[in-house]
Each structure stands twice: as structure tokens, then as C-alpha cells.
């Protein structure tokens, strides 16, 4: 009989455990878009392993960027 109680009263305390009040990991803050470039930008000029992907990907932004401006000023002139 021992080893019965022994053994409900260790799963009435996981019970207990698992429905307990659950904590949270801190978000972290939100940044805005130019606080993400200048990061990115910094982590580029690096010499992190990944660095020149990060540099490319902001090339590529910028290009597109570019392309979406051009775009966007031709449609609009008459």
C-alpha cells in the first residue's frame, strides 16, 4: 500500500507542477526599421562569420528599393 501512495501522491504534485502558473520569456523590445538597418549594418561591416550575407542582403534591399522608387516616378509623371 506504501508504494501506491507513494507513487499517486509524486503524480498529484506533477499535477500540481504542470498546471501552475506558466512563466513567460521577456519579449524582446521591437525595433524600428532604421534601428534594424543601422544593427544590420554594423553586424555587415563585421568580421562576423555571415557578415558579407548580411552586406549582400542589404545591397539587394537597396537595389530593390531603388527599383520600387523608379517604378513608383514613372506612373506618376504625366
Not at 522608387?69 to 506612373?75: M, T, V
Amino acid at each position: 500500500m506504501r508504494p501506491v501512495a507513494i507513487l499517486l501522491s509524486f503524480a498529484m504534485l506533477k499535477v500540481a507542477i504542470a498546471c501552475g502558473p506558466k512563466v513567460e520569456a521577456p519579449k524582446s523590445p521591437t525595433r524600428t526599421v532604421v534601428q534594424q538597418r543601422t544593427l544590420d549594418s554594423v553586424i555587415g561591416t563585421s568580421v562576423l562569420p555571415g557578415a558579407r550575407v548580411v552586406k549582400g542582403a542589404l545591397a539587394v534591399s537597396d537595389s530593390a528599393r531603388a527599383r520600387r522608387q523608379l517604378a513608383d516616378s514613372l506612373a506618376n509623371t504625366p
